[in-house]
């Protein structure tokens, strides 16, 4: 080996120990509170880790982390919070457990609509609320959601309860669109269409469209493509069709799951990393096919039965701007008794 040779050597192997030493440097842990399915989170912590060296030590349940990490006060371990829902989303950052993510990443990658204006929260995945149609019964393609109050429909539509956050977002979508007393006609308008009480999952009103007790249900994107994985509810998916509805003159309503930065996050560098690979190409593809949802990102590829149901055009309202009239949607729904 040449005298240079030698010395090119030395260097590759110099940088490498470098590399390795700041590889070093950068890991360590993150805390991560979360509200999604372990089945979910644990391929996505899994890979993480794999990605970037960073352990992830994850705290799971299905209610009670805004309180936990608001009664562990500034000794909380949590780092970052995942959830699912601009109304769980909203009631962390109302619970004063937050504080602004700060990513150019995010900023970047992210479109404004999903992103809290002030930066407490980021959407990571999307879904949209959709009709599921009797294939029988439902001869037409397209609707809006203000259709959904026409007379012509009396009798025919099935949707869980409307203080659901699901439906609460979709409310409250629809009164930022339309105004309080416009939305409260509306919801009266549904409401007399109802072909049943509101009660169960939106898997039950697929399942009441099988059993002909509906022509239309209201649910969410990823529970229909759900229902064709569990041979038990197959038959639901069968007798159904989705059908994207949109505002009159707007987009389809989605929702998001999003990540949020614990206020007193003691690993916060790290828990940025997280949220800024949370992302990335690798978690986004993971987000679109392990649970149907749509990525946030844009060039990932939606889940095959997901782009089934056509080209989504997602309403432009900001969440943020959903999150604001949640509780005006709220009221609403016990004014006009939609749940009785
Ligand atoms: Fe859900």
Known sequence: MSRSRILAAATVIASAMTLNAAAFAQSGEVNVYSYRENKLVQPLIDAFTKDTGIKVNIVSASSGLEQRIKSEGANSPADVLLTVDIGRIDEAVQAGVTQPIKSDVIDKVVPAQYRDPDGHWAGISMRARVIYASKDRVKQDAITYEELADP???????????????????????????????????????????????????????????????????????YWALMNNDPDKKPWAEATRVILPTFAGGGTHVNLSGVLLAKNAPNRANAVKFIEWLAGEHAQHLYADANYEYPVRAGVAVNPTIAGYGKLTADTLPIAKIAASRKAASTLVDKVGFDN
């Open 152 to 222: 012509k429909w009396k009798g025919k539509i099935c949707i869980r309860s409307g203080q659901h956050i699901y439906n609460n977002a979709l409310f409250a979508a629809y009164v930022a669109h339309h105004g309080e007393a416009k939305a409260e006609e509306w919801l009266r308008g549904v409401k007399a269409n109802l072909a049943q009480k509101p009660s169960g999952g939106d898997r039950e009103q697929a399942r009441d469209v099988a059993a002909g007790k509906c022509d239309l249900a209201i649910g969410n994107t990823y």
